[in-house]
């Protein structure tokens, strides 16, 4: 049996510029620009195992076969290894609950990308010259291309610290703006509902689109963000990227809210941590708030405060856990043994 494996893991990311909205569906390439944060302490693992001896690919996500996630994992392994690849095995795992409004589809995208990219440059004997001459060709740049065609937010995730993303006229292009060790932000995760949203992410952008009143003026204005965001991270004012983060964030739920029919994710528990967060600004502390699509809900603070932070969101009502990272770094292969 001729066969070629890797292993890499991928962290998710979190939006405080937000990406929704695709400017072109079947490349899967965003409307709008964003600004994200890669974390450190939340993770995807994605083992690659190609195989002539295989007949069919195989997926299993924290040790149970996902028949449903299959086909689009397999598409991206395409992307990568090219048609006519030798079938694959793919182990994922993940520290924090998928679906639900964590990025997990950015680190597990990205993951397997990096991943399927070097088992394909270990194994000449299975792929041909063209495969092997892509993969040698390929930097980190080519890489989130890839795993962007996949999940428009997987891009970031190739990438650590804090990351731009911006749209060009015939594809993306992805950058760390500032290394993560070089302004030590801490992300507290609130988790308000573990379950898997009830509209995936792409197909609520679609509908938004399709029937938001305000989706063109969120459209028009994201650039002004992004570049007011950009200064803030420069500056290091964290006041200023507080300020411009949550209100990209409510002008992104304002759009689902306005769709029809409306795309609502937020939960109580959402609404009582913002309402917490809001009396700890009042109180003079230094955190924000954002949500992604989905009911949970991360605050960014500094590291004198991130106890306060943490103490404060666990004791609301509907909070099911908490998580806390600081900054991550890009995406990387992983020794297998």
């Not at 007949?55 to 992307?79: F, I, K, N, W």
């Not at 190739?158 to 060009?168: C, D, K, M, N, R």
């Amino acid at each position: 049996m001729e066969k070629a494996v890797a292993t890499a893991q991928a962290q998710p990311n979190i939006a405080l510029i937000k990406y929704w909205g695709k400017r072109d569906v079947s490349r899967n390439l965003p409307a709008v620009g964003s600004l994200s944060l890669t974390l450190a302490t939340l993770w995807t693992r994605m083992k690659v195992e190609f195989s002539t001896d295989f007949d069919r690919d195989c997926l299993q996500v924290d040790g149970e076969v996902a028949v449903d996630m299959l086909p689009r994992v397999s598409r991206c392994l395409d992307q990568v290894a090219g048609s006519n690849r030798p079938r694959a095995s793919i182990e994922s795992h993940c520290n924090f609950p998928i679906a639900a409004g964590l990025a997990s589809s950015a680190s597990a995208f990205a993951a397997l990308v990096v991943a399927a990219n070097k088992a394909c440059g270990q194994a000449s004997d299975i792929f041909d010259e063209e495969t092997i001459a892509a993969v040698a060709s390929r930097d980190t740049l080519a890489l989130a291309r890839l795993a962007g065609a996949a999940s428009g937010s997987a891009a970031r995730s190739l990438f650590g610290g804090i990351v731009e993303l911006a749209t060009g006229d015939d594809d993306i292009d992805v950058a760390t703006l500032l290394a993560a060790s070089t302004w030590p932000l801490r992300v507290v995760v609130a988790v308000t509902e573990r379950g898997h949203k009830s509209v995936a992410s792409g197909d609520a952008m679609i509908l938004s689109e399709k029937s938001s009143p305000f989706y063109s003026s969120w459209i028009e204005n994201q650039d002004h963000d992004l570049e007011v965001a950009r200064s803030a991270v420069n500056d290091r004012d964290f006041e200023k990227l507080a300020t411009v983060s949550e209100h990209n964030c409510l002008k992104m739920h304002s759009v689902m809210w306005t769709s029809r029919p409306p795309i609502v994710y937020w939960n109580q528990g959402t609404l009582a941590c913002m309402e917490a967060i809001r009396d700890l600004q009042s109180a003079g502390q230094a955190v924000f708030f954002t949500m992604d699509a989905g009911p949970q809900v991360k605050a960014i603070c500094q590291p004198d405060n991130e106890a306060l932070v943490m103490q404060t969101l666990s004791e609301v009502d509907g909070v099911e856990t908490i998580m806390s990272s600081g900054l991550g770094a890009a995406a990387c292969i992983l020794d297998d043994a």
